[in-house]
């Protein structure tokens, strides 16, 4: 009942709430923040006890039905720890934007409906429920990208809705196969579950499932070549959307990849096969893609989607060496780059929704106007680099060790020079954004500046020490996202360590 109850309450607070009667905003700014409070004890209490329940049989040995085992709730805490930290977040942003009434409802709504389905897909028993919410979550978080409602945030929205149904496609089609192949309950179990009767004869087949349903979930993790919905969708929706886009929902797709290959297939039956190749090759090719166009371009959060993509792949690299020490060091990734990830996509709402800048080149000097946002940059970009003690350190240190150990051949070698090169592009393409905004130069002069208000009114007001720092309620997100991913480089093997 737990289980279910944790999964259920913010789908149906979030479609509840927009039809009660509150008397003003700040009623419904308060009930948001309680669900999502109450949501969190839930959550917690979820992951200290653990449990498992079956909702319903769909067919003979396919069914609907949660269980908390120790990845899903390592998922669960990166969920809750976001999912938290942009309801917060996202209050003053809208109310930056002067945006109110039904279209913040609307927004919130689909936003706890997906939080709901993500706390659902990492909970999942079996590879049929995890798929049914998977979908859940992509339908949920497209009304997320349109919220606009412009012309380029419908075909934004579109786009993403189009490639998730294609990457889904494919990964209903490994989920045929796996479960024609399974035996018992084909409930999740470190190792797999395959029939090796059945599958005798057959494995060609099944390979070649299974490398459709690293693809398909791939989508939704940007891995190429499904990767071409999130440089469209981020720039388009709003921060807190492209925070929750980029930092959380994405990982839906690598935890549905873990859950196929160490959880159902087993790691060995891939091991040293066309498909591990293939996906090795796959996920390189994302890093150094994902960085090059990442620093190529200067529009902020286009930028951050490219890092995205390149970013996330780091996590299906290290799974790919198909090794407790490769599952380590993705899971690690995880939640290191949901935190740095996170806050990034944070400070750029901040940049746009205080200042109106949406450019690099526009966001010189932006250190005395708000150093305590562009600090929360300056670190999660430390963090994304690799640069000790953050926790994108330990966590690539993990992989390349991983990759190193595990490999063979070139790809015991080239992975690690990619991981080199793109952290390289990584540095370059954060810290400049940095290196500007704390030192302009001397002859660089900006007495005045136009600032918009809580209330979307804007004004010139002089460029003082900390003249558009946003309020508490987006500074602290950010710095609770920062010290996770401190936390993640010093505690991170540890954390990981409880949960795998």
Known sequence: MLLLLTCLVPAAGGVILPFLPFRDDSGRKAARIILMAVTDILGAACIAGGGAVTLFRLADGVTIALKADGAGKFFLIAVLILYTVVTVYAHEYFALENEK??????????????????????????????????????????????????????????????????????????????????????????????????????????????????VGFGTKAGLYPMHGWLPTAHPIAPAPASALLSAIVTKAGVLAIIRLVYYSVGAEFLLGTWVQRAWMCLAMLTIFMGSMMAFREKVIKKRL????????????????????????????????????????????????????????????????????????????SLSLVGIPPMGGFLSKWVIASALINHGSGVFA??????????????????????????????????????ITALSGESSIQPASEGAAEPTAAMTAPMLCLSAVALIMGIWGLKIVGLFV
């Open 413 to 450: 070698v080239l992975p690690p020079v990619i991981l080199i090169i793109s952290a390289l592009l990584t540095a370059g393409y954060l810290f400049p954004v940095v290196i500007d905004g704390f030192f302009p130069g001397r002859d660089f002069v900006q007495d005045q500046v136009k």
């Open 305 to 380: 989607a490219y890092s995205s993509i390149s970013q996330i792949s780091y996590i299906l690299l290290a799974l790919s060496t198909l090794s407790p020490d490769g599952l380590e060091g993705g899971l690690l990734h995880l939640m290191s780059h949901m935190a740095a990830k996170g806050t990034l996509f944070l400070a750029a709402g901040v940049f746009i929704a205080k200042l109106g800048r949406r450019r690099q080149d526009e966001l010189k000097g932006i250190g005395k106007l708000m150093p305590v946002t562009l600090w929360c940059y300056m670190f999660a």
């Open 101 to 214: 009434g039904r279209e913040l409802d609307r927004f919130f709504a689909f936003m706890f409906v997906s939080l709901g389905a993500l706390l659902s897909a990492g909970l999942s028993a079996n590879l049929v429920t995890l798929y049914f919410f998977f979908e859940l979550a992509t339908l949920s978080t497209v009304p997320l990208v349109l919220h606009e409602m412009t012309k380029e945030a419908v075909s934004a929205g579109l786009k993403y809705l189009f490639y998730s149904i294609a990457g889904a496609l494919l990964g209903l089609l490994a989920v045929f196969f796996v479960y024609s192949f399974g035996t018992g309950s084909a409930e999740f179990v470190y190792g797999g579950f395959l029939d090796p009767a059945k599958v005798a004869g057959r494995e060609g087949m099944l390979l070649a499932a299974v490398f459709a349903g690293i």
